[in-house]
């Protein structure tokens, strides 16, 4: 039995599959070269369920009062940064669960301000 060639093989290319992409690849380049002039896109914009930047509040948990501290780059938390609610609430409960469950009372906290 012959062995067939794989779909990918130069010879089973036609010319017009090599044109589109190549075509393909130039948005790409022109998107990399955009980030590469102003790399401030990348960055997501600011989820406005959050506090705002120097925020501190006290999250109460098992009869401990947690001081938060936000920054520009992150919650803080007994000195360490978390990027998120979710991983700022791990961290404290030591299990998975959601950063808007978990910090629920706060958040509506801050959105009454």
Known sequence: MPKKKPAC???SKT?????TCAARVTPIKATLESVIA???????PKDPRLPAVGTNFVKRF???????????????W???????LSGLAM????????GYVFF??????WQKK
């Open 78 to 84: 007994e000195g360490k940064c978390y990027k998120s």
């Open 38 to 44: 102003n790399p401030t896109i990348l960055k997501k």
């Open 15 to 19: 010319k017009t599959q090599s044109i």
């Open 91 to 98: 961290a404290i409960t030591e299990y998975p669960i959601s």
């Open 62 to 76: 098992k009869g401990k009062d947690l001081m938060i501290e936000v920054k520009e780059d992150g919650l803080y």
């Open 9 to 11: 093989s130069k010879s």
């Open 104 to 109: 629920h009372k706060e958040l509506l906290e």
